[in-house]
């Protein structure tokens, strides 16, 4: 599993789409366990489905609270169906229509 962190200059970090199968990066952004503790905007929901391939991927609790607290903060991704970072509006919440970040 990649390593999350909160700090946003993290080198490790990645940024946007793949344009190609890619492995996950080796750090994901999230919101401060203090800022995810505040009240949630969205459902915490940890399961997506790639409209594209149909895949279903599962997050880790910490990016799910992110996705429920600011459901604008990711731009993309990753899908492990296609291995590489999609975005966002290419995905829907396991069992629903809405748009994963929306």
Same mark, same amino acid.
């Given at each position: 599993?990649?390593? =999350?962190? &909160?700090?946003? &200059?993290?080198?490790? +970090?990645?940024?946007?789409?793949?344009?190609? @199968?890619?492995? %996950?990066?080796?750090?994901? =952004?999230? +919101? &401060?366990?203090?800022?995810?503790?505040?009240?949630?905007?969205?459902?915490?929901?940890?399961?997506?489905?790639?409209?594209?391939?149909?895949?279903?991927?599962?997050?880790? =609790? @910490?990016?799910? *609270?992110?996705?429920?607290? %600011?459901? &604008?903060?990711?731009?993309?991704?990753?899908?492990?169906?296609?291995?590489?970072?999609?975005?966002?509006? *290419?995905?829907?919440?396991?069992?629903?229509? *809405?748009?994963?970040?929306?």
């Amino acid at each position: 599993m990649a390593r =999350l962190t &909160s700090d946003p &200059s993290d080198p490790d +970090l990645t940024r946007g789409v793949d344009a190609g @199968p890619a492995p %996950q990066a080796d750090a994901y =952004l999230v +919101l &401060s366990e203090e800022d995810r503790g505040r009240r949630f905007v969205r459902p915490v929901r940890c399961r997506y489905r790639h409209v594209t391939c149909g895949t279903v991927t599962t997050m880790a =609790l @910490p990016i799910a *609270e992110t996705y429920a607290r %600011q459901p &604008s903060f990711y731009g993309a991704t990753y899908c492990v169906g296609c291995r590489r970072h999609v975005p966002v509006g *290419e995905c829907r919440w396991d069992g629903t229509d *809405e748009v994963v970040g929306s």
